[in-house]
């Protein structure tokens, strides 16, 4: 019954004003009595928030599905204006960064350093071919005035070592030898052959896997890290473009409400200019309009530069070096209200399961470890057994020295311990001592980095939380300020208040709908800064940084720290219209 007498008494006004000054300030009271619809359909979400049925319905519908500003305003996106999603974002800014790029080696890097750690267990096999030709004067009766000689060998060898220390080797020995005596000895000429395999055993320094294969291990633990170390530099990549895109989707809707603000002012102006033509309007009130619109277009200006600076925020992010320069970015995706985050403790788990910076640290101080366990076997002395035999052949054929060897008719053996007793050893100590230190160092690096996920995660969770409160309270507010504004012009159509008075309900209805579009975006944000903090931003975009090289260096690590069971961990949600993405370091 109210509106009905509201709407009878505008229509009385309409044909008692002016034509072209009260037609204009009607349509800002039709764009105000548009608002409760949208509104309407945004407070049917959970905590007054709009779903993303909401949101299309409020874009078919023809008004922006936060600020309820309709979409015909001054300020339009070009024609030719680049339209990005979200995902194309995420993609083109890891495809394009020049430091991930850069990064994208050292894991390549690593498994080169691992097959040199590797290449101390190769097998060696040499082959010697040679001949010794040597005159020498004599008065010798046994020579005819020199000794002449010639040595033929053809030696075979082969050598290896096993991850325990041990290492062996094994010869094939031939020597044709040739003197020029009147009574050689033995008969001339003659070979000899041989086969002679010796072992070496350390049983002190060297010695045991874990020491042999400590370098390997720690070249292998550096692979894993350099793929942590790529990870979170695909993290913050991913962390960094999101929230400037949704950066340049406020501005954008901010503009939208300045624009708005500027388009009502303006017709406020004109129907103030027709009203003192005919002397029902004071120059106070004229000279208010135009503050008042001088002050919405400044706005508006900020407003408009704002997005250019978020714009080439976001073009230098994801390199659009493609593209013209000055060329329109529209956010194509619509904000969606987030969900609410998992309980602090469980929040705190997660992130020590999943934050590639913790595993990082942890796979070092693994490394310090091994590396402690190697440095410390250093100091000790060198205490090797050594056992070796051998099967020797002599006749004047070489078929005939081989069978010697063959039936093993003339053997020999060599057992001994080889000891070496370092007497000041001060490499050995000092190195040790390093390690100690360094081992200290990763430590406290592993407590530093707890701490900091403990204050990124808290912080992270109570700002989404305290956003998502912020969006229903705004968002609220913003209905209110609609309604007060729709009361102040209806109380203006009848001379109740002044031109003041309805220009700061205008400005109280910009500032509110400011506002709610930016606490739902703050509230985004948030959840992208929580789902960084907590380590799972990457598998909630479908984004796997992966080296299938790398799933063959399985070495068990005994790693300290406060992690979760990986099936303990929720499952993560992917965000509506991500595209599986895999990123993987350059082979």
């Given at each position: 019954m109210r509106c009905e007498v509201v709407r009878r008494g505008m229509v009385i006004l309409v044909f008692a004003?002016?034509?072209?000054?009260?037609?204009?300030?009607?349509?800002?009271?039709?764009?105000?009595?548009?608002?409760?619809?949208?509104?309407?359909?945004?407070?049917?979400?959970?905590?007054?928030?709009?779903?993303?049925?909401?949101?299309?319905?409020?874009?078919?519908?023809?008004?922006?599905?936060?600020?309820?500003?309709?979409?015909?305003?001054?300020?339009?996106?070009?024609?030719?204006?680049?339209?990005?999603?979200?995902?194309?974002?995420t993609v083109r800014a890891l495809e394009r960064n020049k430091q991930l790029q850069v990064q994208k080696i050292n894991p390549a890097i690593a498994r080169a350093q691992v097959l040199t750690q590797l290449g101390?267990?190769?097998?060696?096999?040499?082959?010697?071919?040679?001949?010794?030709?040597?005159?020498?004067?004599?008065?010798?009766?046994?020579?005819?005035?020199?000794?002449?000689?010639?040595?033929?060998?053809?030696?075979?060898?082969?050598?290896?070592?096993?991850?325990?220390?041990?290492?062996?080797?094994?010869?094939?020995?031939?020597?044709?030898?040739?003197?020029?005596?009147?009574?050689?000895?033995?008969?001339?000429?003659?070979?000899?052959?041989?086969?002679?395999?010796?072992?070496?055993?350390?049983?002190?320094?060297?010695?045991?896997?874990?020491?042999?294969?400590?370098?390997?291990?720690?070249?292998?633990?550096?692979?894993?890290?350099?793929?942590?170390?790529?990870?979170?530099?695909?993290l913050d990549t991913v962390q960094t473009a999101e929230k400037q895109y949704w950066e340049l989707y406020f501005?954008?809707?901010?503009?939208?409400?300045?624009?708005?603000?500027?388009?009502?002012?303006?017709?406020?102006?004109?129907?103030?200019?027709?009203?003192?033509?005919?002397?029902?309007?004071s120059e106070v009130d004229v000279v208010e309009a135009k503050a008042a619109l001088a002050n919405n277009v400044a706005a508006l200006r900020i407003a408009e530069r704002t997005v250019q600076l978020n714009q080439s925020t976001l073009r230098r992010s994801i390199s659009l070096d493609d593209r013209r320069a000055g060329l329109e970015i529209v956010p194509a995706d619509r904000v969606v209200h987030p969900g609410k985050p998992l309980p602090l403790d469980r929040a705190l788990e997660t992130a020590y399961a999943r934050r590639p910076d913790y595993q990082n640290v942890l796979i070092d101080l693994n490394n310090k470890d091994l590396n402690i366990v190697y440095l410390r076997n250093q100091k000790r002395p060198q205490v090797d057994l050594i056992a070796s035999y051998q099967s020797n052949g002599l006749e004047r054929a070489w078929s005939h020295a081989l069978g010697d060897v063959e039936s093993n008719e003339y053997p020999g053996y060599t057992v001994g311990v080889q000891i070496g007793i370092p007497l000041s050893n001060r490499t050995a100590r000092g190195n040790h001592e390093q390690g100690v230190l360094q081992k200290r160092q990763a430590l406290l690096s592993v407590k530093a980095v707890e701490d900091q996920i403990d204050d990124e995660v808290t912080q992270a969770h109570s700002s989404l939380e305290v956003n998502l409160d912020r969006v229903g309270v705004t968002r609220q507010a913003a209905q209110y300020s609609e309604e007060q504004y729709k009361a102040a012009v209806a109380r203006y159509q009848q001379g109740l208040i002044a031109n003041y008075n309805l220009l700061q309900y205008l400005q109280d209805l910009a500032t509110a709908r400011s506002a709610a579009v930016r606490a739902l975006v703050d509230a985004v944000e948030s959840r992208v800064d929580y789902d960084a903090a907590t380590g799972t931003l990457l598998e909630l975009r479908s984004i796997v940084v992966e080296d299938s090289a790398a799933k063959a260096l399985k070495v068990p690590l005994a790693l300290p720290g406060r992690q979760r069971p990986a099936d303990a961990v929720p499952a993560a949600t992917p965000v509506p219209g991500a595209e599986p993405s895999r990123y993987a370091p350059s082979r």
């Open positions: 004003a002016l034509p072209c000054g009260w037609s204009s300030l009607s349509r800002i009271v039709q764009a105000a009595a548009e608002a409760p619809a949208a509104e309407a359909a945004a407070d049917s979400g959970a905590d007054g928030t709009a779903g993303s049925a909401d949101v299309q319905t409020a874009v078919a519908a023809g008004r922006n599905p936060v600020s309820t500003i309709p979409v015909e305003l001054i300020v339009k996106p070009q024609v030719d204006a680049l339209r990005l999603r979200l995902s194309d974002v101390l267990f190769d097998q060696t096999l040499s082959l010697q071919l040679q001949k010794q030709a040597n005159d020498v004067p004599s008065k010798s009766s046994s020579y005819p005035g020199f000794v002449g000689s010639e040595t033929r060998i053809a030696n075979l060898n082969y050598q290896t070592r096993f991850h325990d220390g041990t290492q062996l080797s094994s010869s094939f020995n031939n020597q044709r030898y040739w003197v020029n005596s009147f009574f050689p000895t033995p008969p001339n000429p003659y070979y000899q052959s041989s086969v002679v395999v010796t072992a070496t055993r350390p049983l002190v320094k060297g010695a045991g896997r874990r020491v042999v294969n400590a370098q390997v291990n720690i070249a292998r633990n550096t692979v894993i890290q350099n793929l942590m170390q790529l990870k979170k530099s695909v501005s954008r809707e901010d503009r939208e409400v300045k624009a708005f603000n500027v388009q009502a002012s303006q017709e406020l102006l004109d129907y103030n200019q027709s009203r003192l033509l005919q002397g029902l309007a």
